[in-house]
C-alpha cells in the first residue's frame, strides 16, 4: 500500500487502464474525484472507491488543499510505477517536477511496462 499526495488542483493522469489490476483508493485527507468508465464520483475522507481491472479511469483533486490517500493494487506489482516515475511531496518543487515535459515523455513511453494502457493510445478500445 502506497501513501499518494496530491496538491491543490493538481490534474491526475491521463484516463487509463490496468491491464492486469484492479486499483484501491482510500481517501486519508482532503477530497479526490475519480473517474471510473465515464463516472466521476468525488470521494471524502474514510471513502474508497475500487476501479476494476480493465476499467478506464483517472483522478484529480478538486479542491484547494491537498487530498492524501492510500492506493494498492492487486495483484500487487504495479506500485512499481510509483517508485520510478513518483516525485517525493517533501520536495520543494515536486508538482512542477511531476509535471516536467521529460517526465511525462517518460511515464507516456513507459507506461505499458508496467500494465498502464493509455485509453487514448489504445485504438482496440471503443
Known amino acids: 500500500m502506497l501513501t499518494v499526495v496530491s496538491p491543490g488542483n493538481a490534474e491526475g493522469p491521463p484516463p487509463h ?16 474525484a475519480v473517474m ?29 488543499t491537498e ?3 492510500l492506493t494498492t493494487f492487486a495483484p500487487r506489482g504495479f506500485e512499481r510505477f510509483f517508485t520510478d516515475f513518483g516525485i517525493p511531496a517533501e520536495r520543494a518543487d515536486a508538482q512542477a517536477a511531476s509535471l516536467a515535459g521529460a517526465l511525462i515523455g517518460e511515464v507516456v513511453t513507459r507506461c505499458t511496462e508496467y500494465g498502464m494502457i493509455l485509453a487514448a493510445q489504445d485504438s482496440d478500445r471503443a
Not at 486499483?23 to 482532503?30: D, K, Q, S, T, V
Open 67 to 69: 487530498a492524501r490517500w
Open 36 to 64: 471510473c468508465d465515464s463516472t466521476w464520483r468525488t470521494l471524502g475522507v474514510g471513502e474508497s472507491f475500487v476501479v476494476p481491472r480493465g476499467s478506464v479511469h483517472t483522478f484529480r483533486n478538486p479542491d484547494a
Open 17 to 32: 487502464y490496468h491491464e492486469d489490476a484492479v486499483e484501491l483508493f482510500l481517501i486519508l485527507g482532503g477530497r479526490l
